[in-house]
């Protein structure tokens, strides 16, 4: 596989470094991608850079990973309009490890190969490198003049940020460009991928490589990846989707990716997946057929889900929609675990009421009007369960005056009311 031919069908390929291509047809190359380590997890705005070094791996080529716990206690200028909150070095040693575990699935760690990925720390070669060493040995070879015509410097001194640019934030390209060249002495690498963001702190990298040592050095950026309509990619109401499971569930993780818009689907579907070519073209002609359908989003979600957490995940999280929106059963239902069953109704309508009342057994009348008010009398809950428009935990309510115990609490704690098809209730018993 071309490695560049296959990020440009894929929609990834922003700008390059004449010279690129060559080098990749005419070797076994070693590449880099920087992933900041300010999280103990990655969220899907760091998909694509993970995803380029999937790809560079699938071609033959071998990936590094770099976490920049020297470079994440300071923080990137590139894109931001304030300088960030510095780590402790605990912090980021956790933050490192747990980051390595969610890089092992999309990359091969741990095989013989001779392309096998790598993960490098920037910390390990930056904690005893002094101030003095780094002003003579790295300073010296770039000039001001070359760091303040780069736009990540410019957008901060022009006034677009509120607080200017601290000098720590401008040494950052300075350090990032050590990397690389600390990388191509080390490892002989060659060439670092990243977001087109980062363009002018690569190619400080190669400007050093070339100025210190003359070795090659290239550059390959993909696009930032935005939403059709403008909005930011990744970004929710609730905030980032995370690829740990602590922090989004892969219920939420999947919906996010169901719910993405036709035109987002066609492009997310080339990034974030490793569908072959001739299977997104069958896709997008399928869903072209019958958009109602959603094929391109429902494959993408499954692709990526079962990718990032597992099949079983993905399983649970079909399963859980269709409680939603589908004809689920009560037993689909009591198999949800609790984190499910609140992302699910999140958002729906909740009541709590006295579990010590329900020990003795309550009328659901009373329970649904007086305790928590799901109807608003109980002539029209009466109405609704006689015409068999009324559930309870995905079971039709049989008659308005069951006595409800305990014993149909999910989870030991909740009641799930269903009124006509789409009307949800969450009684929560405390």
Not at 114 to 132: G, I, Q, R, S
Request: include cysteine; charge should be negative.
């Amino acid at each position: 596989m071309n490695f560049v031919e296959e990020l440009t069908w894929r929609g990834m390929v922003h700008t390059m470094m004449p010279g690129t291509e060559e080098l990749l047809a005419k070797e076994q190359v070693t590449a880099y991608l920087g992933i900041d380590p300010t999280a103990d997890s990655l969220h899907i705005g760091h998909l694509c850079g993970v995803m380029m070094l999937r790809h560079f791996q699938r071609c033959g080529h071998k990936p590094l990973a770099l976490v920049g716990g020297a470079t994440g206690m300071i923080g990137d200028p590139s894109g931001k309009s304030q300088e960030r909150n510095l780590l402790t070095e605990e912090t980021l040693r956790h933050n490192v490890a747990c980051i390595k575990k969610q890089l092992a699935k999309f990359l091969d760690f741990d095989s013989d190969a001779p392309n096998k990925a790598e993960l490098v720390n920037n910390y390990d070669w930056m904690k005893d490198f002094t101030f003095l060493d780094f002003a003579r040995e790295v300073g010296k070879h770039i000039t001001v003049n070359y760091m303040m015509a780069k736009d990540s410097v410019q957008k901060r001194l022009n006034g677009e940020a509120r607080d200017g640019l601290s000098f720590t934030e401008f040494t950052y390209q300075l350090l990032q460009g050590y990397d690389f060249l600390h990388l191509n002495e080390t490892k002989g690498c060659k060439l670092q991928l990243g977001g087109s963001d980062q363009w002018g702190n690569i190619t400080t990298g190669t400007e050093l490589i070339r100025r210190t040592n003359g070795n090659e050095a290239y550059a390959l950026v993909c696009p930032l990846i935005t939403k059709a309509d403008g909005g930011k990619f990744g970004k929710t109401e609730s905030g980032n989707i995370w690829l740990d499971p602590r922090y989004t569930s892969p219920y939420k993780f999947y919906q996010f990716w169901l719910n993405v818009s036709d035109e987002d689907a066609a492009r997310y579907i080339k990034i974030f997946t490793s569908l072959s070519k001739e299977e997104v073209e069958a896709l997008t002609a399928e869903h072209a057929e019958a958009p109602h359908l959603r094929v391109l989003q429902k494959r993408l979600a499954k692709e990526v889900t079962v990718m990032v957490h597992s099949e079983e995940d993905y399983n649970a999280a079909v399963e859980a929609s269709g409680i939603l929106f589908g004809n689920a059963t009560s037993d689909a239902l009591k198999k949800l675990d609790e984190d499910t069953l609140l992302a699910v109704f999140e958002g729906v309508p909740q009541f709590e009421i006295s579990k010590d009342a329900l020990a003795e057994g309550v009328k659901a009348v009373d329970l649904f009007v007086d305790n928590a008010a799901v109807f608003a009398s109980k002539g029209e809950m009466r109405k609704l369960v006689q015409g068999g428009g009324v559930s309870l935990n995905k079971e039709k309510l049989n008659a308005f005056d069951q006595v409800i115990t305990t014993a149909d609490l999910l989870d030991e704690k909740y009641l799930l009311v269903q009124r006509g098809k789409k009307n949800y209730y969450l009684v929560i018993a405390k």
